[in-house]
């Protein structure tokens, strides 16, 4: 079954527009001008239950806006989608007992009051029996290592505590559908990885569905197997993050070191034939570009033999640099027609 | 939609844990809790609120000499005899030390600020969490701000007590409709940052308007007949003309009774635009902030 499920869903806003100069104020003092924006444009994926998707894409390509129609937050202005069983806007405070939410930026803790208080008065809210507390308490609080600050109050939290106590907020009522945005921004390598870890015990565990969106792409290779990307509104990219990786990763670089001086001249001698590019760094290093569809291996023989190598590295293209060139080109398909028209005029020159 | 202002508490409970009957009960408590935390936190801070003492003081002292002067060796005024309007002016200004709240602000900030995005991620009612926070600031209020200043104000100036049980239980009643009322215009004037980018002026606005035409400055029989008249179909007399007229003694027995129940009819009558504006801004919520 699917968790979530979403069909054509748009959200348009309204925008004041401001005119410009004193005359364009009085104007808008009498007559206000409206453009549209549309923030999501006709997205359809579903999510079955127990998977961890990954949802990004850059500052306003439409993440949270979507986040937010998931939530129940926001009414989407067409489409339909369903969460869990239910049309979030619709039947909103039924809807939110069943899903847990982490805003990054925002807390959901009560600023003045102690973290076991405000745990206290969330159980009230979301209607969890003490038993049912308790035991799930005891077990977040152990599994987060919260035991001393649970009496302190919120404001005298770091970052990095107060983030772990969003956590314990989110799932105190066992939620099935957990929903994180940028849950891990501003957080040290340690608490980042902390995080991490507990997410992917909670969805082994429990099997939570859980949605999020980053721009930390370690917490997508850390987490997720499905990555869906947007762009201008628009899902550019869905599906495995191994996949996106090969039709992405064009190739690897490898780094040699060199105990004698070796010419670039004399190294693009030796893998003639082959479509590498070779760069030199000094005299001493240089890097080599391979293509996907070249073995690593077959150039390292060429050049082994010949050369006085005291270093090899072979560095693959990481998600990082993947994404930032999607990113660039705005779409997930055209690389490969390019890969495609590159590989024609290959085969036009050899002809 | 579940949306309703008393439908919150009626919804039945969810899936996790308590539901039904149980489920209802602990959503009570939690509505409680926000009066209790607010309370406790307004206590947290009372050092702030010593000055506040001071300055409801000063406001019944200049009102107090104002119309001392006004009234030199008049009889009455408006139908308010000089002993009277002492009583009126300082039971007013510390009925609002009481109903007074900033509602408007912080409804108005957490739009404006997009911290409302986490209020409805929560399965209870916005607005009733406010009306209980505001509860839970006038609690402390009336016990930290109302009652010491009165007993300050009783001292310096010639106040006369009702005699009359029934005006001290009118009063009291009706003090706790005028915090309701005060606070849903406050809520409707807060919501409104739904609507328009910056609603500052409407919050000022508000807030003259309120002081002035619920007779807090002048009391209403004194205003034009005509403006008086407009008054008198408006629910701003019932936040404190009203109350005010029967802790003087001006209204006397069934005449209680027809007060109490224009304040009724104002707190339902008002109840209709809260519930309208809360969907309307569901429809074009715009978190702000991304």
């Known amino acids: 079954m699917n968790a979530i499920q979403v069909q054509d869903l748009r959200k348009t806003f309204k925008v004041q527009k401001n005119r410009e100069g004193l005359k364009g104020a009085f104007a808008d003092l009498f007559k206000r001008q409206y453009s549209e924006v549309t923030a999501v444009k006709d997205i359809s994926f579903s999510i079955p239950e127990g998977e961890i998707c990954g949802y990004i894409g850059e500052n306003g390509a439409g993440k949270s806006t979507t986040i937010k129609m998931l939530t129940g937050i926001l009414v989407p202005t067409a489409g339909s989608l369903s969460v869990g069983g239910f049309v979030p806007y619709a039947e909103r405070e039924k809807f939110v007992q069943n899903i847990g939410v982490v805003f990054g930026q925002r807390s959901q803790l009560w600023w003045d009051i102690g973290v076991i208080e405000s745990f206290q008065l969330l159980r009230k809210v979301y209607r969890v029996s003490e038993q049912d507390f308790k035991k799930r308490l005891d077990e977040l609080v152990e599994r987060l290592e919260l035991q001393e600050l649970l009496n302190r109050p919120v404001r005298k939290l770091s970052l990095g505590q107060r983030m772990r106590c969003e956590l314990v907020a989110a799932l105190l009522h066992n939620p099935s559908i957990l929903f994180l945005d940028e849950p891990t921004i501003g957080l040290d390598i340690v608490v980042k990885s902390e995080i991490r870890e507990f997410l992917k015990d909670m969805n082994r565990e429990h099997g939570t569905t859980i949605l999020l969106t980053t721009h930390d792409l370690q917490d997508i290779e850390a987490l997720c197997s499905r990555v869906i990307m947007l762009d201008d509104g628009r899902i550019i990219y869905d599906g495995g993050l191994e996949d996106l990786k090969q039709r992405w990763g064009t190739g690897r670089e490898v780094q040699f070191q060199f105990g004698t001086a070796t010419k670039l001249q004399q190294l693009t001698q030796w893998t003639e034939g082959m479509p590498v590019t070779w760069t030199a760094e000094n005299e001493l290093g240089a890097k080599v570009w391979i293509p996907l569809e070249l073995n690593v291996s077959d150039v390292l023989g060429r050049v082994v033999g010949q050369a006085d190598i005291t270093d090899i590295k072979i560095i693959e293209t990481n998600t990082d640099d993947i994404v930032r060139s999607i990113y660039q080109s705005g779409s997930a398909e055209k690389p490969e027609e390019k890969i495609a028209a590159l590989l024609d005029e290959k085969e036009v020159i050899h002809v | ?290």
Do not use: C
Not at chain 2, 8 to 24: F, K
Not at chain 2, 74 to 98: I, K, N, P
Not at chain 2, 109 to 117: F, Q, V
Not at chain 2, 208 to 233: A, E, N, Q, Y
């Open chain 2, 1 to 290: 939609m579940s949306e309703q202002l008393n439908g919150a508490v009626a919804s039945s409970g969810g899936s996790s844990g308590g539901s039904g009957e149980n489920g209802r009960r602990l959503l009570l408590g939690a509505y409680f809790d926000f009066i209790r935390i607010r309370f406790l936190t307004m206590l947290a801070y009372r050092i702030n609120y010593y000055s506040g003492i001071l300055i409801y003081t000063l406001n019944i002292g200049v009102n107090y000499f104002t119309w001392k002067a006004i009234y030199g060796n008049g009889e009455s005024l408006g139908g308010f005899t000089g002993a009277q309007m002492t009583t009126y002016v300082a039971v007013s200004w510390m009925a609002r030390a009481f109903y007074f709240n900033n509602l408007d602000r912080e409804i108005s900030t957490d739009i404006r600020d997009g911290s409302i995005a986490i209020q409805f991620i929560r399965p209870y009612n916005y607005v009733l969490v406010k009306m209980m926070q505001g509860l839970g600031e006038g609690l402390f209020r009336f016990m930290m701000l109302m009652i010491p200043g009165m007993v300050i104000a009783i001292l310096l100036f010639p106040v006369q007590l009702p005699t009359e049980p029934s005006a001290w239980i009118g009063f009291l009643v009706m003090l706790f409709f005028s915090f309701l009322i005060s606070s849903q215009i406050n809520i409707i004037t807060g919501l409104s940052a739904f609507f328009v980018e910056n609603n500052e002026g409407m919050m000022r606005m508000k807030r003259v308007i309120v002081d002035l035409f619920s007779g807090l400055i002048v009391p209403i029989t004194l205003f034009p007949g005509w403006l008086s008249s407009i008054l008198k179909v408006l629910p701003f007399q019932a936040i404190t003309y009203l109350p005010g007229s029967v802790f003087t003694g001006r209204v006397q027995g069934v005449g209680i009774w027809n007060v109490l129940g224009i304040q009724v009819i104002w707190f339902l009558v008002l109840l209709v635009p809260i519930v309208w504006l809360y969907h309307a801004a569901r429809q074009r919520l715009f978190v702000q902030g991304g």
